[in-house]
């Protein structure tokens, strides 16, 4: 029993490792919001008119709206006038060599485990790497281009494939859907954007690496994914921040949309810093992200949520096609003083309609947590099926976990099947693996994994082995 | 003479403050089989369980000797590394973690805190596929989570598979007999009999005379109370079958 | 209602004491006490939440005159013998022994196969035992402690484990006027001793008449029973079944209940888990038709820690009949280490047919396992369109898919046997029901 306590506490005790800090030189705007400042985003980066009149009736809006308080984690209010809302990376980056990027700036992400060299880069990913407010690298276009797959940095989207952006910027998050992707409608800053087209399945994994650096900063990144018709693509984000006392906030907004035929697998492996084990500081992720399946195309979510003071996303799919899919894989783990309210929304329009819903929660330490999911079935959505399991793990005795599921059914033909458990670690499974000869933490971590194996086995086969490592880190503590 | 592998001297011990055990004395060389008998609640699964270590034992008083050192300040998985295997009476599931993977993983700690080299993959599946045969274990089974939906008898034989895989010097059965049907019992007492050796000694915690039908034991303990209260040969087993406990009880009352 | 009701059994009752002059003293102490249980506890109607979807009219409006002894040849009864099962049987005609049909081979020291009116003043273990486990508190279970005239006695002694398949027959015949037969079973499985039962309960001809058995099974510590309640009632019949399991330490008990045909039929099975081990699987099969209705109700009741159970309840709902399924488990106070599941599935294969389901968990302890589950609805249009993509005809593929679905259960019957003999009969049963053969 005593040593059972021991683990649980080094769990809660063990060090964040991104916590670091880069010294790069930024330019930034003063902190604060105003139009002034969202004019001057939108000047810094060459933005045509009708998007700089697009950020302002976001502003306006959200000027009108109340911040929410109806979730379970609860912050100390947010000073929106005391927040950076530009800030990059000061030296010019150029996009054909990496010589011109800040050494600095590389070794930020070398150290993440992320080279933007891609010699050294496994050859099946292509990334963009975005540094506080801008994305500062892009890899493997070229051979993307070849397939006539566009991913590049949202900014240069906004230059290069303007009809494109105008087409879809909004149509599945617009710009009043809620207070914090309203905010971000109105200063986000860059973020990533990618374009499959019909036919296509794009030949390497995508990903974006977000990192926060630079002190009182917010991160506003905006994601649009465009997978036409019968394309594929899979992509994946990873984020880390430093270790600072104050509360950093990120309000991003991600945006699926899957034509006909299309399928998008998103996967996210979130690690920002959580604050230290007294609940100070740490990242506020406060993130809408939805995608939108058209006829026969499918949505799949999967995600990994180990880092962030607060962690209050609700990765959603709008089955708007007949024979759409889409699907929820999630784990997030909470310790210390972390929160996490995650969940998702199945928005079921169309015919024979199917969703899946896999949830799993584990807190340690006084982490709490609370699945909040949504189950909606409208009435024209004949044959429409639903599964969801939400499972959650308790290490020790002082964590804690909710499961609010809502389920709205319009149409009788509709099959819906929920399934929860709550279970502890108990003494008598760590007794058992150590009888056998395992250490305690290699025990706690065999029956962690085992627990998420559900979800982790939908991660691409080398971010499951990173998503793996990384629970592991967040369990160790008591190694050496 | 040599030296015995396990040697109980005069051991109390308490679960949350109550004393269970007052004072156990035991000896067991290897080679040798014990059985250990007694009612509900004598301290049977306590010893077993104070021997592997579990936490919430507390022992207050004598000691327990493994190859001739105590092992009283050694953690669990120190002990299982020196050979002690405990099979539970209620085996524990994991789920999610496949059988194959936590075996893979326990073994190859086991070794490695013995100095011998890690199994590969392939190495490892040639000795899982041998003891598999041994205890009549669906291959199956290998490949689902550990105990997850498996039915009572399964759960017993995968410990006995466990056993013959980790393959350690002091093997400790609680109450692996109960529970199952006649077939799965010969099973489970095959692999037992199959891994007899002079190297290797047995501890047999049975609630059931049947056992004894298939696995003959070298000494017989009757557990009363918390201590020792007759120790004989398999013919006790036998006594104690056609005359219950009772008598027992009334020769240590008047001793 | 019920007054009225009561008084047509007083009848009933004082004409089968009339029959049985020489019972020993406390069998007609236990019966009066059970009658008096009776009268007060009356029939209960749809108005009790335990009856609320089975409808008792029927009994009630019909008076009944105690079953009397009648000649079945063994010609009629073949159709209900199970091939390889019938080595050690016990047949009852309308609640008596049929001794011409029984068939007792040489059985071996400590094992006792007998019926009940032939040990009545010699074996101690009944006296002891007999409805102390299916205690005469329910109107049922009172009424055949009242009324019943003979059933099976089976008591193993320690370690002693048979084989062999003991087959219990209880058939009942046409009467001229509707009759009660109380069919009653006491199973007595020493400690690590193993047993296996099978109890049949066949009608002959379609008169009303009512059959209310009671069994009780005890498995004493380490002990292995499989028990099989075979359902072949005819559509006259009204059958209310209690199967009572009584699980000690270690033990295991699994009891299937196999409904294949009734007019109505009400079981309960309680399972007491009494002591730290206990394990008991129930399973049941309901394949109703016309207008049959059937109704399982089930509870589990985990009183120490560690016990496992688990449930499996499948019914196949065709033409207007209706199956009702009710469920419950509870995980007593200090029950740790509980592992309970329990699964409904329903198939409904005509629009006028209907299922009722009630699965209940009281829980009164942590770190306890439990599951339950229920569905229920048609066969999965995908799963028929797969089929005849494959080149099967739809009723082809329909049938296929109902077979799958109840032999499901009957795969979980470790009596290899009934199991056959099962799967040939739903094989049977569904070439019949849509046409063709799976």
Redesign the interface.
């Known amino acids: 029993m005593a040593e059972t306590n021991e683990t649980v506490q080094a769990l809660a005790e063990a060090e964040y490792k991104h916590g670091w800090s880069s010294n790069v030189e930024s330019d930034q705007l003063p902190p604060g919001l105003n139009e002034d400042i969202v004019r001057a985003i939108s000047a810094k980066k060459n933005e045509p008119e009708w998007l700089t009149e697009w950020r302002l009736r976001a502003y306006r809006h959200w000027l009108t709206m109340p911040e929410p308080d109806w979730q379970k984690p609860k912050y100390p209010k947010i000073d929106y006038q005391n927040i950076i809302y530009y800030s990059a990376p000061k030296k010019k980056v150029s996009l054909e060599s990496l010589d011109e990027v800040d050494p600095e700036l590389l070794e930020t992400f070398e150290k993440l485990g992320i080279s933007l060299d891609e010699q050294k880069r496994l050859t099946g990913v292509a990334v963009d790497a975005v540094f506080d407010s801008v994305s500062v690298k892009t890899t493997f276009r070229e051979e993307l281009s070849k397939q006539g797959v566009i991913f590049c940095s949202f900014s240069e989207a906004v230059t290069d494939h303007p009809e494109l952006v105008k087409k879809y910027l909004g149509s599945v998050v617009p710009y009043t859907d809620n207070y914090f992707a309203t905010l971000n409608s109105a200063v986000f800053s860059d973020g990533s954007f990618c374009y499959i087209p019909p036919g296509v399945r794009c030949p390497m994994e995508l990903s974006t690496y977000f990192r926060i650096n630079t002190a009182g900063t917010g991160q506003f990144e905006r994601t649009l994914l465009i997978a036409d018709e019968g394309a594929y693509v899979s992509y994946l984000e990873g984020c880390t921040a430093p270790s600072r006392d104050e509360n950093q906030l990120h309000a991003a907004v991600v945006e699926l949309v899957a034509l006909k035929g299309a399928h998008i697998k998103y996967s996210t492996v979130q690690n920002w810093y959580p604050g230290d084990k007294n609940g100070k500081g740490g990242v506020y992720n406060f993130v809408t992200k939805r995608g939108t399946a058209h006829e026969n195309a499918k949505v799949s979510w999967t995600q990994v949520e180990t880092g962030s003071a607060i962690t209050w996303k609700y990765p959603s799919c709008v089955l708007k096609g007949d024979n759409s899919v889409g699907e929820f894989y999630s784990v997030a783990l909470t310790r210390d003083h972390q929160m996490a309210d995650t969940g998702t929304k199945m928005v079921h329009i169309g015919k024979n309609t199917k969703s899946t819903i896999v949830s799993k929660g584990i807190s340690a330490g006084q982490g709490d947590q609370t699945y909040r999911g949504l189950v909606k079935i409208l009435p024209k959505a004949e044959g429409a099926r639903n599964y969801s399991v939400c499972d959650s793990l308790l290490i020790g005795g002082k964590c804690g976990a909710h499961t609010v599921p809502y389920i709205e059914s319009s149409n009788k033909s509709a099959v819906i099947e929920h399934e929860a458990s709550t279970s502890k670690i108990s003494d008598d499974q760590i007794f058992f693996l150590r009888q056998r000869g395992l250490s305690e933490e290699d025990a706690v971590s065999m029956i962690v994994n085992g627990f998420c194996k559900d979800v982790l086995s939908e991660l691409p086969m080398e971010f499951a082995v990173e998503a793996q490592k990384l629970l592991g880190l967040k369990l160790e503590g008591a190694v050496g | 003479m040599t030296e015995p592998l396990l040697e109980i001297k005069d051991l109390h011990v308490s679960v949350e403050g109550t004393e269970i055990l007052h004072g156990v004395n035991l000896t067991v060389n290897a080679g040798e089989v014990h059985a250990i008998m007694g009612t509900n609640g004598s301290g049977k699964s306590t010893l077993t369980k104070v021997i592997a270590g579990h936490p919430d034992y507390e022992v207050t008083k004598g000691d327990v000797l493994y190859n001739g050192k105590s092992i009283l300040e050694d953690e669990p998985e120190d002990r299982a590394c020196a050979g002690i295997f405990l099979a539970f009476q209620y085996p524990v599931e994991v789920p999610g973690v496949s059988n194959m993977y936590f075996l893979r993983s326990a073994l190859n700690a086991q070794r490695k805190s013995r100095g011998e080299a890690e199994l590969s993959g392939a190495e490892f599946l040639d000795l899982v596929k041998e003891k598999a045969k041994l205890v009549d274990i669906d291959q199956g089974l290998l490949n689902r989570s550990v105990n997850e939906g498996f039915s009572g008898g399964e759960k017993k034989r995968n410990e006995i598979f466990q056993l013959a895989v980790l393959a350690p010097t002091l093997a400790i059965l609680d109450e692996t007999d109960s529970g199952l049907d006649i077939d799965a019992l010969k099973t489970v007492a095959s692999g037992v009999n199959s891994m007899r050796d002079p190297e290797r000694a047995f501890l047999l915690v049975t609630h059931y005379q049947r056992l004894l039908n298939y696995i003959e034991p070298d000494r017989v303990h009757v557990l009363l109370d918390g201590r020792i209260a007759k120790s004989g040969g398999k013919e006790l087993a036998l006594q104690l079958e056609d005359k219950g406990y009772a008598w027992i009880e009334e020769e240590a009352a008047t001793a | 209602m019920t007054t009225r009701t009561q008084n047509r059994f007083a009848h009933t009752y004082t004409l089968l004491r009339k029959a049985l002059p020489d019972e020993p003293g406390w069998l007609s102490e236990l019966r009066d006490e059970a009658f008096e249980n009776f009268k007060a506890l009356g029939l209960p109607t749809v108005k009790h939440e335990e009856w609320r979807w089975t409808n008792l009219k029927r009994i009630a409006d019909t008076d009944f005159v105690p079953a009397e002894l009648a000649e079945v040849s063994e010609a009629q009864l073949a159709k209900y013998l199970i091939e390889d099962a019938d080595e050690i049987r016990l047949v009852f005609v309308n609640g008596h022994f049929a001794d011409k049909l029984s068939k007792l081979p040489t059985i071996p020291d400590g094992l006792v196969i007998e019926p009940i009116s032939r040990v009545l003043g010699s074996d101690e273990g009944l006296q002891v035992k007999l409805g102390r486990f299916a205690e005469p508190t329910q109107p049922f279970t009172a009424l055949n402690t009242a009324l019943f005239t003979d059933g099976a006695y089976i008591r193993a002694g320690?370690?002693l484990?048979i084989q062999t398949p003991i087959h219990v027959l209880y058939v009942s015949t046409d009467s001229d006027a509707p009759a009660v037969s109380s069919p009653r079973t006491l199973v007595l499985a020493g400690?690590?001793s193993?047993l296996r039962v099978i109890e049949s309960f066949v009608g002959h001809g379609n008169s009303p008449r009512l059959v209310n058995s009671v069994t009780e099974i005890v498995a004493k510590?380490?002990a292995?029973v499989r028990h099989v309640k075979l359902l072949r009632e005819s559509d006259g019949t009204s059958h209310l079944g209690w199967t009572e399991l009584n699980v000690e330490?270690?033990?295991?008990v699994s009891s299937h209940s196999i409904n294949l045909d009734a007019g109505l039929a009400r079981n309960d099975v309680h399972a007491v888990l009494a002591a730290?081990?206990a394990?008991c699987s129930l399973n049941g099969l309901v394949l109703g038709r016309d207008r049959q209705h059937f109704d399982n109700h089930i509870v589990v009741d985990h009183v120490r820690p560690?016990g496992?159970s688990s449930q499996l309840y499948r019914a196949v709902v065709d033409d207007k009949s209706r199956s009702v399924f009710a469920g419950k488990v509870i995980v007593r106070q200090g029950a740790h280490?509980t592992d309970a599941q329990q699964q409904n599935n329903n198939l409904l294969l005509s629009n006028d047919a209907k299922v009722d389901t009630k699965p209940q968990l009281e829980i009164y302890t942590d770190?306890v396992?439990c599951?339950h589950?229920a569905t229920s609805?048609q066969l999965n249009p995908e799963a028929i369109f797969f089929l005849r993509c494959r080149g099967l005809d739809e009723t082809h593929a329909r049938n296929l898919l109902t077979y799958a679905f109840a032999n499901n259960v009957i795969e979980h019957i470790k009596i290899d046997p009934v199991r056959l003999a099962l799967e040939k009969l739903l094989t049977e049963r569904f070439a019949g029901l849509l046409g063709g053969s799976p």
């Open positions: 320690n370690s484990t400690e690590s193993e510590g380490n292995a330490r270690d033990a295991n730290e081990g394990n560690h496992t280490g770190d396992k599951s589950g609805g």
